[in-house]
């Protein structure tokens, strides 16, 4: 039985037993009954009000998720557009003569014709010779090894 129910019940009672509503007794018992009467509607409101609200609220987090997998696809995207975009360009190495450092540049620093090494902040001249045997004789390793 719900709380609507027994108190409904409770009334039922009260009234087969033919309580005088005007003696000390039977006022209070009235009184008794018609609090847990107003407390049981109260909390029906309560609860229809929270099943509203969990309504709303699945609403808002379905809403959410879909947001989400929208951003998420969208910066799933983006970053296979940038690794796409790296992959496709090519990237040189060499090391640095006077501190070792290990450099790596693109086609941009090859243009310019040199490099500024992070390590000694040493300008290293590259030379654009032929590049496909794998050196671009910007270290000079190669021609001491020759």
């Known amino acids: 039985m719900e709380i609507l129910e027994k108190v409904a019940y409770l009334k039922g009672l009260a009234e087969g037993l033919a309580l005088d509503r005007e003696s ?12 847990l009467d107003d407390m049981a509607l109260e909390m029906q409101d309560l609860r229809d009000e929270q099943c509203e609200i969990e309504e709303g609220l ?11 997998s929208f951003l998420y696809e969208a910066f799933d995207e983006e970053d296979d557009d940038e690794e796409e975009e790296e992959d496709d360009e090519d990237l040189y190495g060499a090391t640095c003569p006077n501190c070792g450092e290990e450099l790596f540049f693109d086609e941009e ?11 000694c902040g040493e300008q290293l001249a590259l030379d654009t010779g032929d590049l496909s045997d794998g ?3 910007c270290c000079g390793g190669c021609e001491s090894k020759e």
Request: one cysteine or more; aromatic letters at 0%; hydrophobic letters at 40%.
């Open 109 to 119: 620093a090859l243009d310019e014709g040199g490099v500024i090494c992070p390590g």
């Open 58 to 68: 699945d609403a808002v987090s379905d809403d959410l998720s879909d947001v989400e």
């Open 135 to 137: 050196c671009g004789g």
């Open 24 to 35: 000390k007794e039977g006022k209070l018992i009235s009184v008794i009954i018609d609090l």
